[in-house]
């Protein structure tokens, strides 16, 4: 009885290494790939924002100007 409890907590054991071993390699696979397309599309947010925000500036200095010659 003890003999067949000891080999399958061993068998539960090769199955749980085999299991961290996939989630150790897909958190890689993450690490490597999703998160630098995901830094990408942050940086590009980035720059859609600065550009908007000297859009908005440039108005903004052509409205005082405006204003001051008027």
């Known amino acids: 009885m003890s ?19 996939l989630l150790s390699q897909k958190l890689d696979v993450i690490k ?10 942050i940086d590009m947010t980035s720059k859609v924002l600065w550009g908007v925000g000297f859009l908005i500036l440039g108005q903004l200095v052509i409205a005082i100007r405006v204003a001051i010659l008027a």
């Open 3 to 21: 003999e067949s409890l000891d080999r399958q907590n061993q068998i539960d054991i090769v199955q749980l290494r085999g299991e961290l071993k």
């Open 32 to 41: 490597t790939t999703d998160l630098h397309h995901i830094q990408k599309s």
